[in-house]
Each structure stands twice: as structure tokens, then as C-alpha cells.
């Protein structure tokens, strides 16, 4: 079955230092992979995906994301974090269903802290 | 602005009585989906329709059932609600095919007393 893991539940970082969260999936075939993020009361929003070609991928607001199939991850990263950036952030694959249908399997999700 | 809309945004209601949460896309995606999101457990799929006139059923289905008469709504109904049914509830949406991106909601904040 499809699983995604995010090893870290809460990760606190200061102003304009570098981060990176880690996700791991589990999938059979070549995975669709994707990175969304929460603010407090609001629903999720599209980082980026990443389907095929080059590994690394651009998103919004300056985020990428390194696929690498040897270690089944998917890694975010951001060059230097603004206090905006405090929220919650989910990793997911792409999957089917027992019926054939697509669907989206999350990590738990990492909460990021941007102290001042 | 094309998205999704839910209604209501949160809601207090009494253990047993019924209550369908609405969920409206104006973007034509043929995909819906319905998920709760609860402390320490991410998002977990409710119910899910590919196209209109069909439902399937997720991960968490018990207790909840979805109807899909259009494209564009995707109600949620807990014919007797419980307490562990006490959650965040999200609407996504979708274009059929390849994993595509899904879109959310705001959410609906659900308490069962």
C-alpha cells in the first residue's frame, strides 16, 4: 500500500536560515508526489509536483523539492525562510484506489516555527 | 475567484441529530473529494466521486455518505453524528486523470457534543 512518511512533526527555524523537510513514500511505480501547505484556519495550497523529468522541481514562493528515487524521498527546501513561511506542510503520492480511482495519500504532516 | 466554496465554516451540533456539510467548485473538475484532518493524523479520505453520478468510498467512510447529482456539488451528510466525529473537514476537487493537483476548501470545524 502507499504511504508517505514526514519523520519530523514540528521544526522550528530562525528568520532567513535555510530549511528543509523530509518526506519518504512508499509506491510500487513511478510516484506522483506533491507538497502542499496550511496556514492556521485555511485549507491546503499547491507548493509543487513533481510527475516526471527533472528531479528537481521549482514551486511558489521560492520553495523546490529534490526527488530522488534511490532514497524514495522528496525533500522541500527554501534557501532562506521568512516568518511568513510558519504553517503547516504535507507531503503526498499519488495512488489508486481499490475501485481504480486516483487519489492522494498525505504524511502527517511537519509544522514550521520561523522564530525572529 | 474560481474555487471552492464550504459551508458552513464551523458548526456545534448535538450527538445524533444529521447534518450535511455543502460543498460547491466553480473550476468544472470532474473529481471531488472529501476529507477529515484530525490532530497527529494528516488528512485522511472520506469519500470521493470521479465524475458526476458516481461515489467511492476512502479510507474513513463509516458514518458519512456523499451524494453527486452535478459537477459542481459534493455534499457530505452524517446521518447521526458522533462525538469522534468531532474533526476538520476539507472539499478538494480536481481534473480527472494523471494525479492531478487537488484544490481545497477552507474547511468546515465540526464539534459533536
Known amino acids: 500500500a502507499q504511504s508517505v512518511t514526514q519523520p519530523d512533526i514540528h521544526i522550528t527555524v530562525s528568520e532567513g536560515a535555510s530549511l528543509e523537510l523530509r518526506c519518504n513514500y512508499s509506491y510500487g511505480a513511478t510516484p506522483y508526489l506533491f507538497w502542499y501547505v496550511q496556514s492556521p484556519g485555511q485549507g491546503l495550497q499547491l507548493l509543487l509536483k513533481?510527475?516526471?523529468?527533472?528531479?528537481l522541481v521549482q514551486g511558489i514562493k521560492g520553495f523546490e523539492a529534490e526527488f530522488k528515487r534511490s532514497q524514495s524521498s522528496f525533500n522541500l527546501r527554501k534557501p532562506s525562510v521568512h516568518w511568513s513561511d510558519a504553517a503547516e506542510y504535507f507531503c503526498a503520492v499519488g495512488a489508486i484506489t481499490q475501485g481504480g480511482s486516483e487519489k492522494l495519500v498525505f504524511g502527517k504532516g511537519t509544522k514550521l516555527t520561523v522564530n525572529p | 475567484i474560481a474555487g471552492i466554496t464550504q459551508a458552513p465554516t464551523s458548526q456545534i451540533l448535538a450527538a445524533g441529530r444529521r447534518m450535511t456539510l455543502r460543498c460547491t467548485q466553480d473550476?468544472?473538475?470532474?473529481?471531488m473529494y472529501w476529507y477529515r484532518q484530525d490532530l497527529g493524523l494528516g488528512l485522511r479520505l472520506i469519500h470521493y466521486?470521479?465524475?458526476?453520478?458516481?461515489?467511492g468510498k476512502g479510507e474513513v467512510p463509516d458514518g458519512y455518505s456523499v451524494s453527486r447529482a452535478n459537477t459542481d456539488d459534493f455534499p457530505l451528510t452524517l446521518a447521526s453524528a458522533v462525538p469522534s466525529q468531532t474533526s476538520v473537514y476539507f472539499c478538494a476537487s480536481s481534473r480527472s486523470g494523471g494525479n492531478q493537483p487537488q484544490h481545497f476548501g477552507d474547511g468546515t470545524r465540526l464539534s459533536i457534543l
Open positions: 466521486s470521479n465524475t458526476a453520478g458516481t461515489t
Open positions: 513533481y510527475f516526471s523529468g527533472d528531479t
Open positions: 473550476m468544472r473538475h470532474n473529481a
